[in-house]
């Protein structure tokens, strides 16, 4: 069964998102892989004309931060990134940096 690892605002290039993180519990002894395997999800937010506070998937950003194993996988200790709100908040202030120019960061 899915956890939910965090819920979280945050703003990227001048828009407001909220990221969701969620892990699984792997455990596959026949291929040597045992881990937590996670998936970010970013939404956009708007408001709609009538008020209502909307969320749209935002593949782009989803894309960017992806899913991934942090345990081992066919034997091989593996590491996923993006397993809490720092993380993501980190990068996408590097990707919004690099946006505007600043630091030449790309």
Known sequence: MP???SV????FRSRA???LIV???YYL???ETEGDYYEVKAYATSYSPSGTLTFK???HLSETFGSGID???EGARVRFKYKDAIS???RLSKLDRAATGENGWQ
């Open 8 to 11: 979280f605002a945050a703003h």
């Open 88 to 90: 993501i908040k980190k």
């Open 17 to 19: 998102f909220l990221f």
């Open 71 to 73: 345990g081992r996988q």
């Open 57 to 59: 998937v935002d593949g």
């Open 3 to 5: 956890e939910i690892v």
């Open 29 to 31: 002894p026949g291929v």
């Open 23 to 25: 892990k699984w519990h």
